[in-house]
């Protein structure tokens, strides 16, 4: 079958993205790759200004995941778009901008700015990295705040499709995905990584400087998974999953549950090629399976 | 200024990423019937890999040394996750060979594997050392940092400029200096307590003197302390000297920034995988703390 796919307007060739923050700007794959056989390119979460972001080390490996407390290092929106941007063959694939920023004034800037670039075809906003104590956990976590964001945003995006990316650090994840609908959300993204530490018991040390990071790759993924089943099931919008995806088969997984497309996360660190890989394999996979259409897959989960 | 400015050699290869095999294990320093993997606990041996690459991989003239690759044997599956950086120690005739350490889970479990195992590799990548082939070179390695060396002297053109001053913990024997090409001159320094370190620290700042003064080149690899003493000796004497940092990294191609580190002329934190691992000495502030171990990576020399 044909895997494209389309999602409020948004044509993807097949499900497969790349998650915010794990695939550089693009460029830094193409040399593992062709770009323009992934179903979309988001790319690292962009604020108006340069972030040089938190202190090292702000990586650590944990049990079949990882812990990061980047602290949105970026070169800023302007840069981006300067520089970067026209690398990317954003004609044949569509480059989704990821964007944070500490008060609705500024994520209504960024996304004005953003979504008047011809080669951005959408706006990813996150509204949940648990790493910048200025702000950023607050609009995840409070649907009031969440709907405030998203409705600035899609006032100034233009035609251009807004995804809105949840949090899973929620004790109900389906209220906040319900505010980011009632502000204008035209997607969901799920999940953005789970709060979690790491310890060193040697040095008596926390292993990241920041503490507290960002907990994701494959041991995420039954979290992932229960966010897009609950979701999906709440809110009327096409949901983008994520959380822990690193073959073929966890993309279908994600799809049985309630998406209609998912993003490769930390797994674009474990090999380079993982997204083209993933990207490649689906086809055959869902002939193996005798799929027909994903209309037919999609939500099909036996529950 | 540019996020990708050169600050060093440029990188000459494309990099890919490739399944490679196993070809030989070896460990160093032993009798081959001692030879035994560790099983509980990181026991500091040395090994010499050597793998073969698949023929579209970059060959002898497609890399530069100081450069390296990330390496994760297929085995791994989830665990450890990620993959590890090597230097590459060389990459001649059909085969890269990497001189490793065992310091963790990851350099353990690479302990332990056999002839056809395959591993996921990609490189060459980062920028190397840079080449004068008519200057006095001085090479300052300590302990594991002493395999890329091993590579920039053999495809250096003229050996006999070279001399290595190579500090180490672990007896001599540990280390493959029989690779090194015939007519550089060679000294082995081992410090094995306070003293001797004192000792050595000494001795490095005279040869980095002695380099500065002549106009020389300096170049540099080693665990983190030590590459703290060469800068502040280089700043001090003005000696023109490249450091190779090893950072912890995840990805190896600039997408993850956790391996960053801070620069005197950049305002963002720059990242090591893709701007370096190679960098002028003056450029670097190396005050920051890179995620390992300290007394660990002491320990390594
Ligand atoms: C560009 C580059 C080139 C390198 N070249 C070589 C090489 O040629 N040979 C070699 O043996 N090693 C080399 N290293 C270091 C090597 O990558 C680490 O020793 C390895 O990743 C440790 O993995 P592990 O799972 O065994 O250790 P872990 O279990 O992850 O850590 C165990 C201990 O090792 C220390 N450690 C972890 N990562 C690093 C690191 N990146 N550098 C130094 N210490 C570390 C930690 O402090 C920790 O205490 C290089 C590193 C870089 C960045
Ligand atoms: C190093 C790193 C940096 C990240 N940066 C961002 C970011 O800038 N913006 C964002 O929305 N999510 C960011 N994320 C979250 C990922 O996009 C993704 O939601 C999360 O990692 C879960 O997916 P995974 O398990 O497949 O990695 C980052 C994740 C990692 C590991
Ligand atoms: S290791 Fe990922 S950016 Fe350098």
Redesign the pocket.
């Given at each position: 079958m044909n895997p494209a796919v389309e999602l409020a307007g948004l044509r993807l060739k097949n499900p497969v993205l790349t998650a915010s923050g794990t695939f550089g700007y693009g460029v830094e794959f193409a040399p593992y790759g062709d770009l323009t056989e992934l179903g979309g390119i988001v790319v690292k979460g962009l604020s108006w200004e340069p972030r040089a972001g938190n202190p090292m080390p702000r990586i650590a490996?944990t049990p079949c995941g990882m812990l990061n407390a980047i602290g949105l290092q970026n070169i800023g929106a302007h840069r981006f778009v300067a520089e970067k941007l026209p690398l990317l063959p954003w004609a044949e694939v569509p480059v989704i901008a990821n964007l944070y920023a500490c008060d609705v004034e500024d994520f209504a800037r960024l996304a004005e700015y953003l979504a008047g670039q011809e080669g951005v075809a959408a706006l990813e906003v996150n509204i949940s990295c648990p790493n910048v104590q200025a702000g950023g956990i607050l609009f995840g976590q409070d649907p009031g705040q969440a709907a405030r964001v998203t409705r600035a945003v899609k006032e100034k995006a233009g035609t251009k499709p807004v995804i809105v990316k949840l949090s899973p650090n929620v004790t109900d994840i389906t209220s906040v995905a319900k505010a980011a609908a009632d502000g204008g959300a035209d997607i969901l993204a799920l999940i953005n990584t789970l709060s979690g530490m790491a310890v060193d018991v040697r040095t008596r040390m926390p292993r990241l400087a920041n503490v507290i990071g960002g907990l994701s790759g494959p041991a995420i993924k039954p979290v992932g998974l229960r966010c897009v089943h609950q979701v999906s099931r709440a809110v009327d919008l096409p949901i983008i999953g994520l959380g822990g995806i690193a073959s073929a088969e966890d993309v279908l997984e994600y799809i049985l549950v309630g998406a209609w497309a998912v993003q490769i996360g930390t797994a674009n660190f474990l090999r380079p090629d993982t997204a083209f890989r993933i990207a490649a394999d689906l086809p055959k996979l869902l002939d193996d399976l005798g799929v027909t259409s994903w209309e037919e897959f999609r939500g099909a989960l036996r529950a | 200024m540019p996020d990708d400015t050169l600050m060093a050699a440029d990188a000459a290869s494309s990099p890919v990423c490739r399944e490679f095999t196993v070809l030989e294990l070896r460990r160093t320093g032993l009798k081959a019937d001692l030879a035994s993997p560790s099983k509980d606990g990181?026991d500091h041996s040395h090994w010499l890999l050597d793998l073969e690459p698949p023929a579209d991989f970059p060959g002898e003239g497609g890399w530069t040394p100081g450069q390296?690759v990330m390496l994760r044997p297929v085995s791994w599956a989830f665990e450890?996750l990620w993959a590890?950086?090597?230097?590459i120690?060389m990459l001649e005739r059909g085969v890269l060979r990497?001189?490793?350490?065992?310091?963790?889970?990851?350099?353990?479990a690479m302990s332990v594997l056999r002839r056809g195992d395959r591993i996921v590799v990609w490189g060459p990548l980062?920028r190397g050392f840079v080449v004068e082939p008519e200057t006095p070179t001085l090479l300052l390695a300590g302990g594991?940092g002493l395999?890329?060396f091993i590579g920039y002297a053999r495809r250096h053109p003229r050996p006999d400029t070279l001399r290595l001053f190579f500090g180490h913990r672990p007896e001599v024997g540990e280390y493959p200096l029989d690779l090194l090409p015939q007519g550089m001159a060679v000294e082995a320094s081992r410090q094995t307590c306070a003293e001797e370190l004192a000792c050595f620290v000494g001795d490095l700042e005279r040869r980095i003197a002695e380099y500065a003064g002549t106009d020389g080149l300096i170049l540099a690899c080693g665990?983190h302390p030590f590459l703290q003493a060469v800068q502040s000796l280089a700043v001090k004497h003005r000696a023109r000297a490249q450091l190779?940092?090893?950072?912890?990294?995840a990805c190896g191609v600039g997408a993850c920034l956790g391996?960053v580190t801070e620069t005197t002329n950049q305002a963002l934190p720059v990242k090591?995988c893709t701007q370096g691992?190679v960098f002028w000495a003056h450029e670097l502030r190396l005050g920051v703390d890179l995620g390992?171990?300290q007394a660990?990576?002491g320990g390594?020399v």
């Open positions: 490996e | 990181p390296f450890p590890r950086p090597f230097s120690c990497i001189f490793f350490q065992v310091v963790g889970r990851g350099t353990r980062g594991i395999a890329p665990p190779s940092l090893e950072n912890r990294m391996c090591v691992p390992g171990n660990d990576l390594k």
